[in-house]
C-alpha cells in the first residue's frame, strides 16, 4: 500500500542527545515536511523540501536539521541545541505545487529525559 | 503572512446532530486553498475536505461541507448527521499561492454525546 511511514512511534532520549527520525513515503510525491505538535496546540513547520537535494526553513527550523538525499526519504535531526525537544512530530507529502492534499504519517512522540 | 484562527477550543455535539466548527483565514494572497483535517486520539491526521480560492460552488465530501465565505475570509466546517466516532481534533488549514506549505489553526476538540 502507498502511505508514508515514521519510525519509531514513541521514542525516548537523554537530555543533550542528537536523534533522528525516519520519515519514508512511497506515493512519488516531490514535497516533503516536518511538523511539530505540541500539546492541545496546532502543528508547526520545521521544515520543508519540494524537490531532491534541496529544503527550506519552516516558522521554527531552530535547533533542527534535514536531508534529503532520496525522493522517498526526508529525516529530521532534533539536536541537543533545541531547547524543548519533547513534542510529537508530524511527517507529511505531498505533490509539489496544485490543490492536493498533503498525507501524513502517523507520527513520532519524542520524550526527552 | 498567512493567519488561521479557530476561535472554538472545544465543542460539543450530541450524536445525529450536525455542528460547524468555525475558521476565519487571513491572507493577502490572491490565490489561495484551504483545507480541513481531522486528529484522532491515535495522532495522525486525516485529510477531510478542501476548497480553492477561486471555486464557486462550496465544497462537499460525504457528511462534511464548507461553508466558503469569501468576503468575510471564513471557512466554517459543517459535519452533518454526527457519529460517535467524529469526536477528535479538528483543523483548519491554508496554502498560499507561494508554494505547497501549509499554516494551520489552533484545533477544535470536537466531542460527540451519545
Known amino acids: 500500500d502507498g502511505g508514508i511511514t515514521q519510525s519509531p512511534k514513541y521514542l525516548f532520549r537523554k537530555e543533550g542527545q542528537n536523534v533522528t527520525l525516519s520519515c519514508e513515503q512511497n506515493l512519488n510525491h516531490d514535497a516533503m515536511y516536518w511538523y511539530r505538535q505540541d500539546p492541545g496546540q496546532g502543528l508547526r513547520l520545521i521544515y520543508y523540501s519540494q524537490i531532491v537535494n534541496d529544503f527550506q526553513k519552516g516558522d521554527i527550523a531552530e535547533g533542527y536539521s534535514v536531508s534529503r538525499e532520496k525522493k522517498e526519504s526526508f529525516p529530521l535531526t532534533v539536536t541537543s541545541a533545541q531547547k524543548n525537544p519533547t513534542a510529537f512530530y508530524l511527517c507529511?507529502?505531498?505533490?509539489?505545487?496544485?490543490?492536493?492534499?498533503?498525507?501524513f504519517g502517523p507520527g513520532t512522540r519524542l520524550t526527552v529525559l | 503572512a498567512q493567519k488561521i484562527t479557530q476561535t472554538q477550543p472545544g465543542m460539543f455535539v450530541q450524536e445525529k446532530e450536525a455542528v460547524t466548527l468555525d475558521c476565519t483565514y487571513d491572507t493577502s494572497d490572491p490565490s489561495y486553498g484551504l483545507f480541513w483535517y481531522k486528529q484522532p486520539s491515535s495522532g495522525e491526521m486525516i485529510f477531510l475536505i478542501y476548497q480553492g480560492s477561486y471555486d464557486q460552488q462550496n465544497a462537499t465530501e460525504g457528511r462534511y461541507s464548507l461553508n466558503f465565505q469569501k468576503a468575510r475570509k471564513s471557512a466554517n466546517l459543517v459535519i452533518s448527521a454526527s457519529q460517535l466516532g467524529d469526536s477528535a481534533m479538528y483543523f483548519c488549514a491554508m496554502r498560499g499561492s507561494g508554494g505547497s506549505r501549509l499554516t494551520f489553526g489552533e484545533g477544535t476538540q470536537l466531542t460527540v454525546n451519545p
Open positions: 507529511a507529502s505531498s505533490t509539489s505545487g496544485g490543490a492536493l492534499e498533503q498525507f
